[in-house]
């Protein structure tokens, strides 16, 4: 039985804990559950693949890309980035294709040297450009954060400097946990939806 509450509380998990990947998948799946089997999904990763530490968006987009998964709508990869320049069109974009959209917000950020390497699932939008104090509006119904270096002093040159492999291995786990639950959530849908017609038919 899981408690009510629990998909409420932001998860907050290192990447090199053993089970991570499971973790996460039961956290998104708890978050998907009561979503209503009418709102498409739509994943947004922001970033810019011009910095290590900022590419974190992209990279999981592109590895979310070669799914081909009918399950979700993508936007933000290494190939097309969606970033501080074109993240208010890219938003009115997804509300003019799609009708109540369910948004996932993923993004890098910075935090304390004892968060370094923490992957952050919570509800509630991920604020873009707030470790470097631009003014971006909020993206996401929930949201996904990659820790991947120190704030609080020179952002962008810590940014710059952000060592790729952290950054890689980060990327493979959320795409892969992100994926496998919005897989098992379609999976779900489509056995309640032949359950109810199997009930219709009988």
Do not use: W
């Amino acid at each position: 039985m899981k408690l009510p509450f629990i998909k409420d509380t932001p998860l907050k998990v290192p990447y090199t804990t053993a089970n991570v990947i499971g973790m996460l998948v039961n956290r998104l799946s708890s978050m998907l559950e009561d979503l209503a089997d009418n709102r498409p999904i739509v994943v947004v990763c922001v970033g810019t693949d011009r910095s290590t530490g900022d590419s974190l968006g992209p990279l999981i987009g592109t590895s979310l890309s070669k799914y081909r998964s009918p399950h979700f709508e993508l936007f933000g990869t290494l190939e097309d980035p969606v970033h501080a320049m074109n993240l208010d069109d890219t938003l009115l974009e997804i509300n003019r294709r799609f009708h109540k959209p369910f948004v996932i917000g993923i993004d890098a950020c910075l935090g304390q040297v004892s968060s370094v390497g923490c992957i952050q699932v919570g509800v509630g939008p991920v604020r873009p450009g707030a470790g470097v104090n631009k003014d971006l509006p909020p993206v996401g119904d929930i949201h996904i954060t990659g820790i991947v270096n120190v704030g609080g002093f020179m952002e962008y040159f810590v940014l710059q400097n952000t060592r790729l492999h952290l950054v890689m291995k980060m990327a493979d786990i959320i795409s892969l946990s992100l994926f496998t639950a919005i897989a098992n959530h379609a999976h779900l849908i489509t056995g309640a939806r032949e359950q109810t017609a199997a009930a219709d038919n009988s």
